[in-house]
């Protein structure tokens, strides 16, 4: 059948001469030849590529899948590893850095050199890796792969430059930290064990000094053998093989004995004087049975012996509970004296590590508090307090308390807001924390020059939002809404109702903000708007609640003469463009003639509530089920506090309601909002024909996966695969066979495609691409799919279903790519009744006709078939009129044409600058009564033409599709400017965003580049290939603001920020905050001569003897490849400086050599003094003794 292309009209037909198929390419098309434009658009463009760099800033949130954990006591830093090879680092609130491993691979144990401004990681890939710390971005100074070895255990001694590595084969290497070159010095495993032993001892899974003799090393062997090796002899001083596993080890400051952690959940304690046995065996948590044996124990993963000057000492450990409870919390054990605490976590410990007040093994430890690195939480217990209570955590680490489902990001808001925000929710601030400060404090961080107000918002799967505040790049939350409050508690139901009940009923989808007047818009996964207006005040008040029916019957929607079946209407109405109003159902009347299926999804609270102040609640608008069948999810949405008025869209139509008096304005199809302008020929359709389709371009295979696609499949829907139609996709083959429905076909019909289960692994913080098998057209069909979950439209669940693998996204984008139709010729002619769905909305001041003077409050509206209306409102402007007088609104018949669905509007005027959305100054309704207080609504208006005498009159409206970008002159709609974006790949989120004190569209592709591309000329400025989109979770959580910044969320518990301004860049190191603060290391404690004659000679070891190549040799070359490292751009720097940075060395040199000298001045001082005591001490004893006889004695 052959397919024509039905052109506009002569103004919007420019399109670029010629298209490359790169991913990042395009062309502009400049000056349309169809049509001349009015007058001619001189602006002075003032954005270069120089402008623009790519880079990453801060990373907030809890480290994703964390591994390891290391504290360094005298920096006061903490750092965090995790199982995709990234590090965090964090100190006091401000000081929070990320590092990531090229390898990406899982860090199994992080080493700090203490307060030496260095770390190490031992990765899974067998690799050591030292970082520097003394630089704002850490960088990595040396490598060491190990090629025949894996790496088990890695132990640094305080102030030792000799790093012990214990492998899977149970050997012990030592490295040089400085030079990162293995010492030839080896600790054989078949050495360590006694001739006699026939196995294996397995890995070493424990390494430590003996704090009495650093040259005493305690090996740890996985079997249960302990031997304490002797480095100076290169022999073993004992040998002890116990019956369990053990999994750590754990040192008495004295150096007399230690304790071990076992797999039956044991503790031992072994005494060095008698090592046959241990002189102590418990089971904390293992109660005696009636037939007198000790029930099974889980084992104890690690344990801590930590002694205290002014009482008995601390054993602290993780696991040891007993079987027989199942289901158990994971818990953290204090033993204290005989004080046994059992702290339960909320979920399974990772690492835990106790803080000590000094960083030498061989002193008393007195340990003031414990971090527990969980899977999900990080929490500090007090040790000082017999409670145990809690820090408080100042960083954000509760961002996926509930799944994160959407995420807002606003530049440069008012800066009254995050005072007004943060005094409401500090009301709400848990209570019970330790009143002492959070212990980990290190680093310093002050409030950059460049900082201005910002607030990030994140919606979550149980209905929550979250006010951050993103200042200066930091993350500190403001206020929590809980928008489920708005509603009854949904009751319990059972059978066929079950499966039509969502998990999370109440998960946000989108939200829009107006900061100025601080009214706020939340989109439900439930199709619910729920409209809150903010105030300091409680207030009793009533929820007003509006109904819509925007459900369309595919059947019904047969030809033009059809429209009076359609049942968007509750009153009849033709397709011309003149239809003012279009009202449905009243608000407050239920399912009319007894259907009992016109009933919204949640039902809400009718009874007068108190609500605390902040934002309260006043309208909720819900979507009505129809014909058994849910309402589609909500694609689109946009509020103005000017108008007032609200606007939604769905793959069925879109609804615009007046929120001042609470009526709704606007309920129609999309297809009549085009009227006779529809510019599409849409074929029509018997409707005898069935709904479900089992061809088309998503032909599924014969498995029980097919028989649930068809099961999910709506009677409203279209007959392509059951969904809606998606942005990317809307030809479908006609012609082919459909099988009708016989009369099980309602049954079958479990959910609607817009309403699918919205599970838990379904949210944004967790959602993977997964994608049906299709014979046909697979990439077509794969990423129709994918942006049919992204966009909202239909979100059916492919999770459910594992018959059938997922693909990754770059078989997809392979499929994609080799995928050449054009998308004009793939919707040249379209099925009467394909579903289009209104992808985005906006108000302002336009001009709704070619033939208009001035310009008019508008809604412009953008489809999913690339498609731009324009509809004029006339909007009362006294106050009282507003209040009474109906706003009227209707089609104009203007109708624009972009490839792909259109995503978002940006209105400049002539001079290049943008032009903001007209909004009502905030007033406090619930205030007292005040009689200065302003009663009447104070609006601002941004008028294109108030600025424009010399220009003349008019506005330039930028739009952007997934795969074009068009800048159009109003009112003359000449169409400027054109860019094909992308042509291999499409348009995920674009916005139009002031950056260096003028304005460019963004773009952010499913191919991972981000583009900026210059106003109103739509020159390309800026192409990165920054993020390949793996999953969903990017895409529907990145966004970008002004400022030349953007975020996403980078794991489910993690948001990245990133930024594209080249002045930001610049700025950065600025920002963020010393990891390393020069700090003058503790001294150690005076031990006293006659103790530290008779305790040991621990201080006379000297490792560089020992270790050095001179006495150990060299290691053997294909043992281990050292790698050196890029040492990071800031090093870099400080290297090109030149004489400024050899004399900074100098003089920390210098520095150094005096406070060295210092230290062995008051050493010797010291040894002087003990001497004297001494010679004192003994001269008294000579005289009391010298008239004694022997036998006196």
């Known amino acids: 059948m052959k397919k024509f292309r039905k052109v506009l009209d002569g103004l919007t037909t420019s399109s670029p001469g010629g298209t490359m198929g790169s991913p990042s390419s395009g062309s502009a098309a400049g000056t349309p030849t169809a049509a001349p434009t009015p007058k001619e658009i001189d602006i002075q463009e003032t954005l270069v590529s120089e402008n623009f760099q790519m880079c990453k800033t801060v990373r907030h949130g809890f480290p994703c899948q964390p591994t390891a954990l290391a504290f360094d006591p005298v920096q006061k830093i903490l750092a965090i590893g995790s199982r995709t090879g990234g590090v965090r680092i964090l100190g006091r609130p401000g000081v929070d850095c990320y590092c990531q491993h090229e390898s990406g691979s899982a860090v199994l144990q992080l080493q700090f050199l203490i307060n030496e401004g260095a770390l190490v990681t031992a990765c899974a890939d067998d690799t050591l890796h030292l970082w520097n710390l003394r630089q704002r971005r850490p960088a990595v100074l040396h490598s060491l792969k190990f090629n025949r070895e894996r790496i088990t255990f890695c132990h640094l001694p305080f102030q030792s430059k000799w790093l012990y590595v214990g492998t899977e084969r149970g050997n012990t290497h030592i490295v040089n930290i400085e030079s990162f070159i293995l010492s030839g010095y080896v600790i054989m495993w078949n050495k360590a064990i006694e001739l006699s032993t026939k196995t294996h001892p397995g890995p070493v899974v424990h390494l430590s000094d003996c704090p009495k003799d650093e040259g005493k090393l305690l090996i740890g062997f996985e079997s249960g053998m302990i031997v304490q090796w002797d480095l100076r002899g290169k022999k073993a001083d004992f040998r002890i093989c116990y019956d369990e596993a053990i999994h750590s080890a754990g040192w008495h400051h004295e150096g007399k004995q230690f304790m071990c952690s076992h797999s039956d959940g044991s503790l031992s304690m072994w005494n060095l004087r008698n090592t046959t046995k241990p002189f102590q065996v418990t089971f904390p948590h293992g109660k005696i049975q009636k037939d007198g044996r000790k029930e099974s124990c889980k084992p104890i993963l690690k344990v801590e012996y930590k002694t205290s000057r002014s009482s008995e000492p601390f054993v602290i450990f993780s696991g040891g509970l007993s079987y027989d409870k199942a289901g158990r919390r994971p818990t953290l054990t204090i033993m204290h004296g005989k004080a046994i605490t059992v702290l339960e976590m909320d979920y399974p410990i990772v690492e835990f590590m106790a803080l000590c007040e000094t960083p030498y093994n061989n002193e008393v430890q007195e ?137 999370d009923p109440f998960a946000v989808q989108m939200v829009s903000w107006c900061p100025q007047s601080r009214i706020f818009c939340v989109v439900g996964i439930s199709a619910h708007i729920i409209l809150y207006r903010f105030s300091k005040y409680d207030a009793n008040t009533q929820i007003t609640s509006l109904e819509v029916r925007l459900q369309c019957e595919s059947e019904d929607v047969i030809s033009p003469s059809d429209n009076e079946n359609n049942p968007c209407f509750s009153e009849s109405g033709s397709h011309s463009p003149q239809t003012h109003h279009h009202h449905p159902a009243s608000p407050g009347s239920r399912t009319p003639e007894g259907n009992k299926d016109t009933i919204p999804c949640l039902k809400v609270k009718e009874r007068m509530v108190r609500v605390p102040p902040g934002y309260q609640a006043e309208l909720v608008i819900q979507l009505l089920w129809v014909d058994g069948e849910p309402p589609q999810q909500i694609t689109s949405l946009d509020i103005n506090s000017a108008y007032g008025l609200l606007a939604f869209g769905n793959c069925n139509g879109l609804a615009v309601v007046d929120y001042l008096q609470k009526t709704i304005l606007l309920c129609m199809s999309t297809l009549d909002l085009y009227g006779a302008a529809d510019p599409y020929q849409r074929l029509t359709r018997s409707p005898r024909r069935n709904r479900q389709s089992t061809s088309g371009l998503t032909e599924l295979s014969d498995n029980q996966q097919s028989i649930d696609m068809e099961r999910s499949k709506s009677p409203t829907s279209d007959h392509v695969n059951g969904h809606c139609t998606s942005p990317t996709s809307q030809l479908c083959s006609a012609g082919k066979p459909r099988v009708p429905m016989g009369p099980e076909g309602p049954r079958l019909t479990r959910r609607g495609p817009g309403r699918p289960p919205f599970r838990k692994a379904q949210s944004a913080a967790c959602m993977e691409i997964s994608l049906p098998v299709s014979h046909t057209e697979v990439g077509y069909t794969s990423r129709r799919a994918m942006l049919q979950q992204f966009h909202g439209v239909t979100m059916y669940s492919h999770d459910e279903h594992h018959s059938t693998p997922p693909y990754s996204w770059t078989e997809k984008e392979s499929r994609e790519n080799s995928f050449s139709r054009s998308r004009s010729s793939s919707v040249s002619s379209i099925d009467r009744d394909t579903k289009e769905a209104i992808t985005t909305l906006q108000f302002g001041e336009s001009y709704g006709r070619k033939n208009d003077a001035l310009p008019n409050p508008c809604l412009w509206v953008g489809t999913s078939l690339g498609v731009v209306l324009v509809i004029p409102m ?56 005040d009689p200065d207080r302003v009663r009447k609504r104070k609006l601002v208006h941004f008028s294109p033409s108030s600025s424009q005498d010399s220009c003349g009159e008019g506005h330039l409206a930028v739009v952007c599709s997934e795969r074009q970008a068009k800048v159009i002159l109003m009112p003359s709609q000449s169409v400027l400017f054109v860019h094909n974006i992308t042509e291999s790949s499409f348009v995920l989120r674009a916005d139009v965003v002031s950056v260096s004190n003028s304005v460019c569209l963004a773009c952010f592709c499913a191919n991972g580049h981000i583009m900026t591309l210059s106003l109103p000329s739509l020159r390309p400025l800026m192409d990165v290939n920054y993020l390949p989109l793996t999953d969903m979770r990017i895409a529907r959580t990145f966004c970008f603001t002004n400022g030349g910044q953007a975020l996403y969320l980078s794991s489910p518990t993690e948001i990245q920020r990133i930024t594209y301004s080249q002045e930001m860049c610049d700025n950065l190191q600025e920002m963020l905050g010393e990891l390393f603060t020069p700090i003058e290391t503790p001294e150690a404690q005076n031990r006293g001569f006659l103790k530290g004659f008779f305790g040991g000679n621990s201080h006379n070891f000297d490792r560089e003897e020992l270790f050095g190549e001179a006495a150990a040799g060299k290691a053997s070359r294909s043992l281990a490849q050292h790698i050196p490292g890029q040492a990071g751009m800031e090093g870099m720097k400080v290297a090109a400086s030149g004489v400024v940075g050899d004399l900074a060395r100098a003089r920390i040199a210098l520095d150094e050599r005096g406070q060295r000298l210092g230290e062995l001045e008051d050493r010797t001082a010291l040894m002087m003094s003990s001497a004297e005591v001494f010679s004192k001490h003994a001269h008294e004893l000579m005289l009391k003794c010298k008239d004694k006889k022997w036998y006196q004695f």
């Open 874 to 929: 006339s909007i009362p402007t006294d106050h009282e009129e507003r209040m009474e007088e109906p706003v009227t609104m209707g089609p104009s018949g203007t109708v624009l044409m972009l490839k792909g669905s259109v995503l978002r509007f940006g209105f400049l005027d002539c001079m290049g600058s943008l032009i903001q959305s007209p909004y009502e100054v905030w007033r406090d309704l619930n205030g007292p009564e």
């Open 367 to 503: 340990p003031y508090a414990v971090v527990v690195l969980l899977e999900k939480d990080l929490i500090v217990v007090d040790l000082t307090q017999s409670n145990y209570p809690v820090f408080e955590n100042p960083y954000p680490m509760d961002i996926h308390e509930s799944p994160v489902t959407c995420t807002a990001y606003f530049a440069d808001c008012p800066p009254d807001i995050i005072p007004i925000l943060y005094s409401i929710g500090a009301k709400h601030k848990k209570t019970g924390y330790s009143q002492k400060e959070w212990p980990i404090a290190g680093g310093t961080w002050t409030l950059g020059s460049n900082t201005y107000p910002e607030i990030i918002i994140t919606g979550h799967a149980d209905g929550s939002i979250k006010f951050w505040d993103a200042s200066a790049i930091t993350l500190q939350m403001l206020y929590k809404l809980k928008t489920s409050k708005a509603f009854e508690k949904p009751k319990p139901v059972e059978g066929r109702a079950a499966d039509l009940v969502e998990e």
